[in-house]
């Protein structure tokens, strides 16, 4: 990480953000899409014109040293960056901003937060880089309960321990941002290989505690299958779980952890499971007719075994959308890499695999053809993505996301029945028709991973009440066919009403029991996942 600071309002760090070549492409879409010229714009905040009440705790000296309640402190750890949380944020609504951000250097300064905040009715947000898009990092306080508001701030525990080389494993603290914990393992020519889009501003604890999804499209998807062990400070207590390469020992413990969202505890550091960095790469874009068709061959090469690093498949609109196509065709980017071996033969033959169902190679095969042509033209926008939503929320364009998962042989009829309920909803909500557009991100030999985006042009004064309706819908119609409500975004707070329905009750009961063993008092991230 950079010494700049991150934006209380927007993407990444201050002074970041879309260049005016970006921004036009973006608005000449948009102009595009909705048939209008001019947008009905207004001002992001300031963080001097935001009003914060008055901090209703002060921390004791025991936690003083390391703790802050200053505007930019709490302005900056009030939301994640959801569409919900932006159009707050825009409007200037901080009523749910910490009391108090700590900003622990170890251990004893977490268990230390934890005990003290237990004792002053105070419920307790871990926070890595807050880039939860669920409302997954909001501190809330129903007033009855609860006093007031920590959120824990692990940005100051972010080393490689311990590197373990022959077993390809290190320790790493939770709070190691993207960039920083692979900076620290480049040395030792090892890779953790697992980098969601968020990865610049994202932490180890936080992909561990939300099931992250990395970039890498089959194989190791996500951070479960990277986690060998970890250390968790709960407030009954510390727990450190053995360092294996597997065990059958009953249920894992580690899984308990893995995707807990904060509500167990605080994942302090773990020993992760590393790779070989990559010296064999081959990739390139490949067309076909339509989104189905490209599914199909995509089918084929992920039941084949062939493992592609890469094989998102994008509809013509979504090509179109992010410049990587002209919109007469769906685009596969697909790409192999290894730190071991050249991975032409791979290459190959998933091309084989694709002209079977009609695909056709653009510049596919050479090492750098990943970042050439439509897969470098998508690679870049996918990087570039976040930035996009603090320019558009300002202009009242309700532009959001959404993904889950199915079984091939649902997958056809699936993705009609949600695309269709949404944009059922985006006219319902706004009066006007949206846009719906698909892709894959990642992939398994039993089903797809789909992830829809969707346009519309709201109003503000009720851009809240709009995305609701028609994130509802959405929402509504994937679990309704049988999907799951997310593959790799996280619970949080949005999506928790279709959490419950997609959940057996009976494991409900169990998460509370094993909240009440480990959280006792109900401090930890109260309303995500389950009730205190």
Not at 423 to 442: D, K, L, N, S, W
Request: charged residues 25%; proline residues 6%.
């Amino acid at each position: 990480m950079s010494e700049k600071r991150l934006k209380f309002y927007g993407w990444g760090s201050e002074g970041e953000g879309f260049t005016p070549e970006e921004d036009a492409f973006a608005l000449a879409r948009c102009r595009e899409r909705f048939g209008i010229d001019r947008f009905d714009e207004i001002a992001p905040p300031r963080l001097a014109d935001i009003a914060l009440r008055a901090p209703r705790l002060a921390p004791p000296t025991s936690v003083a040293a390391f703790c802050s309640s200053d505007a930019y402190d709490r302005a900056a750890h009030t939301y994640g960056k959801s569409f919900a949380d932006y159009v707050r944020a825009l409007a200037g609504d901080y009523a749910n901003a910490p009391d108090v951000v700590a900003y622990p250097a170890g251990e004893a300064d977490v268990a230390a937060v934890l005990d003290w905040a237990g004792g002053a009715q105070a419920v307790v947000t871990p926070f890595g880089g807050g880039s939860s898009v669920v409302g997954g990092v909001e501190p809330r306080v129903d007033g009855q309960r609860y006093k007031a508001a920590v959120t824990l701030d692990l940005r100051r525990m972010g080393r490689v321990r311990e590197v373990d080389r022959t077993s390809r494993a290190a320790r790493i603290e939770a709070g190691a941002f993207g960039p920083a914990l692979e900076a620290q393992l480049k040395p030792h020519d090892l890779t953790l290989r697992h980098f969601p889009q968020s990865f610049e501003y994202s932490t180890l604890g936080g992909w561990i505690a939300t099931r992250s999804g990395g970039h890498f499209a089959t194989l190791y998807t996500h951070i479960d299958d990277l986690v060998e062990s970890m250390r968790v400070v709960t407030p009954s207590g510390t727990l450190e779980t053995r360092r294996l390469p597997g065990s059958g020992a009953g249920p894992s413990p580690d899984r308990m952890f893995i995707g807990s969202e904060g509500i167990l505890g605080v994942i302090t550091e773990a020993w992760m499971r590393l790779q070989d960095k990559p010296r064999f790469r081959a990739g390139g874009a490949v067309r076909f007719k339509d989104f189905f068709t490209a599914a199909g061959a995509l089918r084929i090469i992920a039941q084949a075994g062939l493992y592609p690093a890469n094989c998102r498949i994008l509809d013509p609109q979504e090509a179109y959308n992010t410049g990587a196509g002209d919109g007469s065709a769906a685009i596969m980017v697909l790409a192999f890499e290894s730190g071991d071996h050249p991975v032409d033969a791979w290459m190959k033959r998933a091309l084989e695999c694709c002209a079977d169902h009609g695909g056709t190679p653009e510049s596919a095969g050479k090492s750098d053809a990943h970042r050439e042509g439509a897969a470098g033209l998508w690679r870049n926008a996918f990087i570039r993505m976040p930035y996009a939503r603090e320019r558009m929320v300002p202009r009242a364009v309700i532009a959001d996301t959404f993904e889950t998962a199915i079984t091939w042989e649902r997958f056809e009829a699936f993705h009609d029945h949600v695309k269709s309920a949404t944009e059922q909803a985006i006219r319902a909500a706004t009066g006007r028709p949206g846009q719906v557009t698909c892709r894959f991100t990642h992939v398994y030999p039993d089903g797809p991973a789909p992830y829809f985006s969707f346009h519309a042009l709201g109003r503000h004064g009720r851009l809240i009440e709009q995305w609701q309706a028609i994130k509802s819908a959405a929402a509504d119609a994937l679990i309704a066919a049988g999907g799951t409500i997310t593959h790799h975004h996280a619970v949080g707070r949005d999506h928790r009403p279709w959490y419950d329905r997609q959940r057996p009750d009976l494991f409900a009961a169990a998460l509370k029991a094993a909240k009440r063993a480990l959280d006792p008092r109900g401090i930890l991230n109260p309303g995500v996942l389950i009730d205190p």
